[in-house]
């Protein structure tokens, strides 16, 4: 399982959003449109390559600030992180009282924790947006924005100004988070000996992200890079 999302400022939002529209206009794709990895269909990797492109622009820009509560460091202007767990040693029943979706939100604090940390910056306070996605427990977000502003940075009064969920058709940087996610974990989790026209297509797209990026979705990476992929581990 993979839990991820990108990562920017409130500046570099608003051009990724009008450069995602501009793709969607030069392509004449429809408004409704929405770019969905695991709804890519075989005669759209051109189409999707293209919005990876638009990842790729803005990930070899780098921040003119620095980033963290430790280690500060400049980062690029777009980031992505994400955790991967094991199925195998994933044990609601034991740890979250066979809770599946309080067990999912305890992995989602930890990654927001870590994002928090990596890429706090002064008088930037954190807006997350996930998608509308239904919760059994309605105070399931509340508590997870509470928890991260109590205990994520101990020192930071409320770094986290907004969490709430969205549409991902209305919010273009959740379908970039779904698709730059899909791809990771498509590279992680599909054989190399599989094959049909839309894993085909797929592992295209896949491997046109990596050689832009310079790197293999399918390998963990150190924490301190703008795109890391870290494997949680669990005892």
């Not at 999707?48 to 460091?73: N, S």
């Not at 979706?101 to 928090?116: I, K, M, P, Q």
Request: hydrophobic share 40%; with cysteine; glycine share 4%.
């Amino acid at each position: 399982m993979l839990i991820g999302g990108v990562i920017c400022d409130g500046e570099t939002a608003k051009e990724v959003r009008q450069a995602i529209q501009s793709l969607k206009d030069s392509l004449g794709l429809k408004r409704d449109f929405e770019f969905h990895f695991t709804k890519m269909k075989p005669s759209q990797v051109e189409i999707y390559q293209k919005f990876c492109d638009l990842f790729c622009e803005f990930y070899a820009q780098k921040c003119d600030y620095k980033r963290g509560t430790k280690d500060l460091r400049i980062y690029r202007r777009i980031c992505f992180e994400a955790i991967l767990i094991s199925h195998a040693k994933i044990n609601h029943l034991q740890f979250s009282a066979g809770d599946a979706e309080l067990g999912f939100f305890r992995f989602y604090y930890t990654l927001l924790a870590h994002v928090l940390k990596k890429h706090y910056s002064a008088e930037r306070p954190f807006h997350i947006v996930i998608d509308a996605i239904s919760t059994k427990n309605k105070q399931a977000i509340p508590n997870l924005h509470q928890r991260l502003n109590n205990s994520a940075i101990l020192d930071i009064v409320e770094p986290v100004k907004i969490l709430h969920r969205q549409d991902s058709q209305a919010e273009f940087l959740l379908q970039m988070s779904d698709v730059i996610l899909g791809c990771v974990s498509f590279a992680w989790n599909k054989l190399p000996t599989q094959s049909s026209k839309i894993i085909d297509a797929k592992r295209e797209v896949v491997q046109h992200l990596e050689n832009n990026l310079g790197k293999t979705l399918s390998e963990p990476s150190y924490s301190g890079n703008s795109f890391n992929i870290w494997e949680l581990q669990m005892q």
